[in-house]
Structure formats: structure tokens, C-alpha cells
């Protein structure tokens, strides 16, 4: 084979294509391995801030604007009172099985007269209409909260909702509704809440390991499977070149594949093995 790709400059650009072939493979492959170390990454962020000590809301914001990405899922305290009459559904929601509802949103006042901005939790819609059925209210008066920070998503474009509801957790949307100083660049999503609801809370939302469209384990078996992709296509060359050579009747190749037939026909058990193994078995 070897003598055929020297001598032959029609092989010449099979090889090329397939060294271009395996180049490739193995940069979609380098890819898979950085994504997945990507992947491990964040998700070992996200267990580090998820099982932090809670700390006050003003260490980690110092300012109504600030928010950094390495602060998802950190847990601030803060105190003060519901806004009920402020409080608003957010749209197109799913809990971990899957079901459709909506996030409950409820700007918190602090102290100071901030607002900071919580998610009490996901609710289902209703059983006969896109609302939901109920919504379970928060504890009033002063209550201490824990909650774990999440960056503002901004508006959707294009999308609207009805009153009471939101298409996105849009925050300068709530704080323009509040019409009082509200922390813009993070809200929090509530852990825990003191005194706790007198009627039950909407299902709290957990931390999720990263969205990447897939896990850790599926970027490995890609990027072996682009390694393997690039073997194989120099396998097929070589069984190319040398099918090539065997319909052109080369010595060399036929002596080679005569061989091998021997040698195969030596492993292969002889009818009389194999009427005696079927005796025994009978």
C-alpha cells in the first residue's frame, strides 16, 4: 500500500482528504474536551456557591447595579416586607418534571427603603385556565430571608403579558412597577423564609447543574467518537487502496490476501469439530 501511494499520484489526494478528514475530527474532538471541562467547571462552581455560608445582601451587592456571573446561586440575607400588591407572575415556566407554570416574583423592601427583588418559587397553571388556581401568600410583616442570587434576564423582545404577569424577569420592568430604588443587576430566588408562610410556599426552585444541552459524560463519548471517526477514515483508505490493488491483480497483495485466507481457514473449526459439538449438545 505504501508502494501505491508513492507511485500513484491518484492516492495522493485520498491521502490529503483524509489527513484533512482526520484534522478535523480532531479539532471537533479538542472542542468536545474544552466543552467538558467547561462543563466541569461551572458546575463545580455552582456546588461551591450553592453550599456557602449565607452572607448579608450588601457584601456581595455593594451597589443596586452590581452583580459579577461567579455570584449565581450564593446565598444573601436580607429583611424587611412582602409588596403583595406589586407581586407578578412570571410566564412559560417549567419545574424539574417538566410541567408548565409560572415563577412567583415579589418585590422585597428592605431597611432602607430599597427594593430587592425575590422569587418565592414556581406555581402550576390552573386545572381550567392559564392562571393559576391559586398562589400561596408570603408571610407578613418583617421577615428575614434567605435567597440565592441570579443575574437579571432582561426583557424578551416582542413579548407581552397580561396585567399581573411578566414575559421575563426583566428587572428595571419591576422596578419601573415598584417606582422605588430596586437592586437591578441580581434578584433572588428564596431558600428559606422566618416566620415561614402561615399556608404552605410555592415550589422552591433548587440549583441546576449547568445548561449546556448536554452533560459532562455525553462531551466525552463525542470526543472520543471524533477520535475514532478520524481512524476509521484512515482505515478506509487503506482498505481502499487495497481493494484497488487486488482488482489490479498486484502479487504482492494477492499473496498477502492468500495467506490470510489460510490462516483464517486454520482458525475454523473442521465439520468433523462441529458435527461433535453438536452431538454433545444433543
Known sequence: MLRALVSDGRWHRYLALAIAFAVGCGLLSWWQFSRRADTAEANALITANASAAPVPLERLLPSRSAYRPDLQWRTVEVEGEYLVDRQLLVRNRVNPDGNPGFEVLTPFRLADGSVFVLDRGWVSIGRKQDRPDSVPAPPSGTVAVEARLQSDEGPLAGR?????????????????????????????????????APAGTPERIEPQSADTGVDEGTHLSYAIQWILFALLGFGALGWSIRRDLLDAGDEVVIAAEERAVARRAKRAPSDEAVEDELTDVR
Open 160 to 196: 407581552t403579558a397580561p396585567t399581573g404577569e411578566i414575559p421575563s424577569i426583566d428587572l428595571k420592568a419591576v422596578a419601573a412597577d415598584v417606582g422605588a430604588p430596586t437592586f437591578t443587576g441580581a434578584y433572588g430566588q428564596v431558600r428559606s423564609e422566618s416566620p415561614a
